[in-house]
């Protein structure tokens, strides 16, 4: 058994800022585990440009901006175990990891912060019809073997789904000289960023076809082509929409999963609608010393809010581990209204001192529409927003003069007026 203050699973944005702020904080005692062989996670194959934006005021690539926080870790003396797989984490936050160097570790952590990041929903979780020829994959696959492996998957493309890295895998391959047929999307709006539309679709005449969807792909060893159709209400094909289309590559860009495997075999609480921790305005999660941040928690657009998120986690699990955090606290839990998908935190400490910051994304595209902060029935902020869409987080605060007047039976509402 080795000891440590705080154990970081997760090297990826989201470790590192988290470690690197508890550092700050003066925790003595970090180790980061991280499964992959370098430190950066999904950032080190992501060459386009568009990260650093918010946090370092400039546009970087993300290996640029994964290399920004490798160096201030290495400045440090946070211990880093690379090509280290975490199995297990006890209910008395011992931690069980393996590597071919060590072994099998165990790791007695004051504290944990979960980093783990999310996952591209696979193949094997869409109802599509045809057999598994080859030519079928995640974008990030593509991307991977595009990016880092040097790699064409193909040279005539479909793309399902308009989530960001679908989005950004359209302009990639168009540049590497395949074709891309067309971008299709189940729902009625886009779930990427707006302006990756403009500049990875628009920018090169790819068309994207909303409310459409692939029904079925075509070919025994190496994909043919694929079916699509357009949706109706109930998102359920159109029979008479259907359209052949010859391909040799179906990408999916189908949504991001986060990698909760470790959380739930500790028993904290999962959020239905972001699939990630319960957690409170510290990133804590319901089982004390715990602490949640980035992408497996809730999925972010942008890696520059994962980082300030992860710097929330990194100043919390110090707090917990040099007892400066409260030790009584009163919880109120936050609840989406009107037009709000989900929000995170799911519960706030009213004797928090300071402003709270909820983020959340909306389900339905908004035009023109006021975002309500409501407490106790009364309306604490009222913004207008141009556009809201689901593939857009954004923010509201909660002023710590408020949270002052509030008692445990309080209620803290966010919804959308249009």
């Not at 003595?28 to 440009?49: D, K």
């Not at 946090?55 to 211990?79: C, H, M, N, W």
């Not at 936050?334 to 009213?350: C, D, K, M, S």
Request: glycine letters at 10%; a negative charge; aromatic letters at 4%.
């Amino acid at each position: 058994m080795i000891n440590f203050d705080l154990v970081v699973v997760g090297g990826g944005p989201a470790g590192m800022a988290a470690a690197l702020k508890a550092k700050e904080c003066g925790v003595e005692s970090i180790i980061v585990l991280e499964r992959a062989e370098t430190l950066g996670g999904i950032l080190e194959q992501c060459i386009h440009t568009g990260f650093g934006l918010h946090y370092f005021g400039e546009e970087l690539s993300g290996p640029e901006y994964a290399a920004r926080f490798i160096e201030q870790v290495e400045k440090t003396d946070i211990v880093v175990k690379t090509d280290t797989m975490v199995l297990d984490i006890d209910d008395s936050n011992v931690v069980t990891a393996v590597n071919k160097t060590d072994g099998l570790l165990k790791i007695n952590a004051k504290a944990i912060i979960l980093a783990m990041g999310c996952r591209e929903r696979p193949r094997g979780a869409l109802e599509i019809a045809g057999t598994r020829a080859s030519g079928i994959m995640t974008a990030g696959t593509a991307q991977k073997y595009v990016n880092l492996d040097g790699y064409m998957p193909g040279k005539k493309v479909v793309i399902l789904g308009s989530g960001d890295i679908g989005l950004i895998m359209a302009r990639r391959m168009t540049l590497e000289g395949a074709e891309v047929k067309v971008v299709c999307e189940l729902m009625p709006y886009s779930g990427g960023l707006t302006r990756n539309i403009v500049q990875c679709l628009d920018d090169f005449g790819i068309p994207l076809k909303l409310s459409t969807t692939v029904v079925e792909t075509h070919g025994k060893d190496r994909l043919e082509g694929v079916t699509i159709a357009k949706v109706d209400e109930k998102l359920q094909p159109i029979e008479s929409t259907k359209e052949y289309i010859e391909c040799d590559t179906l990408m999916l860009s189908v949504g991001l999963i986060p990698e909760n495997e470790l959380t739930k075999n500790v028993g904290i609480g999962i959020d239905r609608i972001t699939s990630g921790a319960v957690v409170d305005e510290m990133r804590q999660t319901d089982h004390k010393g715990i602490f949640a941040c980035g992408n497996v928690l809730h999925v972010h657009d942008l890696v520059d809010y994962v980082t300030l998120e992860s710097q929330i986690a990194g100043k919390g699990a110090a707090d917990y581990i040099l007892g400066k955090c409260d030790n009584s606290p009163v919880y109120v839990n936050t609840t989406t209204g009107n037009g709000v998908r989900y929000l995170v935190p799911q519960r706030v400490n009213i004797n928090n001192k300071e402003d709270i910051k909820l983020y959340f994304r909306v389900g339905q595209i908004f035009k023109n529409a006021k975002v309500v902060l409501e407490c106790d029935g009364k309306v604490i902020s009222s913004k207008k927003k141009v556009k809201l869409a689901p593939g857009e987080m954004e923010n509201v605060v909660v002023p710590a003069d408020v949270l002052a007047s509030m008692n445990e039976n309080s209620t803290i509402v966010v919804r959308v007026e249009e």
